[in-house]
């Protein structure tokens, strides 16, 4: 057998190797794996013409597959981070919302307190307000 028939069988036994194990196709993966030198199936030979035929086309059927994997990942990329800029958008909008109500609560505690002391000074004056009086009989009970 001649050495181009054996280098031709050896890269065919390579391509199948590197198909079967799903590694990346190359004229040189397929040349390494072969144990031949780097251009080695570049010769003008008709046996290694068919070889790299053989490895074009694998080549292009993984990469087919690999685009079609790229693009559904993609895909799903995508969806991600529009699920994760809606999310952070509406986190942002209830941390101002909170902000505001914390605001506002605060707020209310201070005029609480002020009216607290302005109705306790009232009771030390004995001095009652129309506005005291329809307060303690109201729907909640007294003021006390």
Sequence with gaps: MSSVLKNAEESEKALLELISKGMKISQHAVEKRAGLANGALNYKHPKYQVVKDKINRAKLASESNQTAANKELKVLLAKEKNLKDKYRKEKNLLKQRL????????????????LQQYVAKLEENSISSPNVIQCEHSKWGTTR
């Design 99 to 114: 902000k505001k109500l914390e605001g506002e609560r605060l707020e209310l505690i201070y005029q609480l307190y002020h």
